[in-house]
């Protein structure tokens, strides 16, 4: 009786890993926005077939680049030669078109979704 009541205090106590402080860079870590990312039309193809991934980002360009490094397909087809976003492509984030919204550097929160779309041209 005596060494089940022991071994019950003992799985109570909090792991020594548990216990130990933090780095610096594992608080960096925590504080990084998970975005959501929405890939639209052909370029969720691109992607395996996902239309949708979170990524760890603080802003949109860091958000594609995360979502070009999982996805290698997708680079050449989001960014051309000089790692410059594409002009067929329409990226939105908080309601708006990133072009008139801070660009790249916009900032993302965490449980923001990022949205890339194809550019629609054509008509007669």
Do not use: C, K, Y
């Not at 870590?29 to 975005?35: D, G, S």
């Not at 193809?45 to 996805?71: E, K, M, N, P």
């Amino acid at each position: 009786m005596a060494s089940r009541i022991a071994s019950r205090r003992r799985s109570r106590r909090t792991p020594r890993s548990a216990s130990r402080r933090a780095s610096a860079s594992e608080i960096r870590l925590a504080r990084v926005p998970r975005v959501n990312v929405r890939l639209h039309g052909v370029f969720s193809d691109f992607a395996g077939g996902a239309r949708s991934t979170t990524v760890d980002a603080s802003t949109v360009g860091t958000a594609i680049d995360a979502l070009a490094q999982r996805f290698p397909s997708l680079r050449e087809r989001l960014r051309d030669e000089h790692g410059r976003l594409r002009e067929h492509i329409g990226v939105f984030a908080r309601g708006e078109e990133i072009q008139h919204a801070g660009g790249e550097s916009q900032a993302v929160a965490d449980g923001d979704t990022v949205h890339i779309v194809p550019a629609m041209s054509g008509g007669g």
